[in-house]
């Protein structure tokens, strides 16, 4: 006679226990004993139960809405450290509007919380969070010095934007710069531009994982030497301060076409009596719908702000605490925007 499917009342039978606590021992609810657990775990092993996926998001839901006074704010983590001149428009963050919108669809409102600003320290942060019952974070890392990674994780359920916090290690979500740099130099190729450069700051490419110079660097080596045009990291944070190295830079490799910021370059390029897009092809590296006067690389940030929301939801949903063994990172495509700043239409 076949053996009956297996279900929680059969794995409690198995294990002596009752079927509640089967339900937190599989949802990994915390407070259960480590010998009730690997006996839970055991008997459902060997009866071979499988969780029934829609019954399991239902009840994900009833808990949900029972705790919805406890736990019903996702924080968002700013930096404010203007010292390292990342506070400029030349630098964007994840809009709070698409975070909110994402999170309201899981049932949680949002609030900003900017550490540096005002006396915000990392451990008077954590001690607000603590007594508001607040257990999801975003963490948004915008400056050199990462007071977001001085903050003890083991309570909250978070995520990261980007690469630049490299410890701790949390999930995170990001554009894929690299996936970026090969689309718009392809498209700039079929335009007939010969000579493409890329200039950025190294912060930028950190936030990328190195995507930008890595992505340049394998274009770059598959053309031949006279039309390869190094990367130029410009070196300051504050772009204001960076046209001498860009105008030298400029006349060493004269690239016909540029990806770079929206912020300065076009006014120097001007100065430099350099027409757009007669001269010279101008590509925005972080494009918005605000620059309509340029082509660009959309990094979907409205995306990147839905993976983040999703992982701390999961987690929240899961009882997930603290830095996670093995990161997740949900890398977002970039798209691409056709703009009157380069040559219209494609060679060939």
Known sequence: MPRPEANLQTVAQEAGVSMMTVSRVLRNAPKVAAATRERVLAAAQTLNYQPDPHLARMMTLVRGKKRQRVRAVIAVIREHVPKDDLLSTSYQYVPIEDIRSRAKGHGYEVEEFWLGREGLTPERLQKILHARGIEGVIVSPQSRELPCSRLDY???????????????????????????IQTATAELTARGYKRI??????????RSQN??????LSFQDTLPAARRVPTL?????????SFGAFSEWMRAHKPDALITFDTHVPGWLKRMEL???????????????SMRDYAGIHQRRDHVAAAAVDLVATQLSQNER??????????????????PSIRSGKTG
């Open 211 to 216: 995507g930008y110079c890595a992505a340049m």
């Open 197 to 206: 450069g890329l200039a950025v700051t190294q912060w930028v490419d950190d």
């Open 275 to 289: 027409r757009v897009p007669q001269d010279i092809g101008f590509v925005v590296h972080d494009w918005t719908a």
């Open 322 to 339: 603290g830095v996670p063994p093995v990161p997740r990172q949900i890398m977002i495509p970039p798209q691409w925007v056709d703009g």
């Open 233 to 241: 990291l410009l070196p300051h944070n504050n772009i204001s301060r």
């Open 154 to 180: 083991s309570g909250f359920a978070a995520a990261a934007f980007g690469h630049v916090m490299r410890e701790p290690a949390l999930h995170l979500s990001a554009g894929n710069m690299m996936m970026g």
